[in-house]
């Protein structure tokens, strides 16, 4: 089967997508069906499928947006504190 994890973070949204047995997949599923909050930091949701690319590409709907948006804060956030290195070196 295909598994595949997404873990919320506070960061952003990471995806993880394997191949597991059928029982293990179901077994793994079934145990964080308790952390399985979307939306909320430190979700974790595992799904099984068995089709053809089921576990395919990630939702176009929030994607990586947390990690973008905490690379433009620490590029603001860096970018005068370099300015200001090469100034005074």
């Known amino acids: ?3 595949k ?3 919320e973070k506070s960061f952003g949204i990471m995806y993880r997508k394997s191949c597991a047995s059928s029982a ?4 793994a599923s079934a145990g964080y069906q308790s952390f399985c909050s979307p939306g909320k930091v430190n ?3 595992i799904s099984c499928c068995n089709t053809p690319l ?4 990630r939702p176009k709907k ?3 947006s947390g ?3 905490r690379a433009h804060v620490i590029t603001t956030v860096l970018l005068p504190k370099l300015a200001l290195l090469f100034l005074y070196c």
């Open 1 to 3: 089967m295909c598994q």
């Open 5 to 7: 994890e997404v873990m």
């Open 24 to 27: 293990a997949c179901l077994i």
């Open 43 to 45: 979700s974790v949701c």
């Open 54 to 57: 089921c576990n395919g590409p």
């Open 62 to 64: 929030r994607g990586n």
């Open 67 to 69: 990690v973008v948006l």
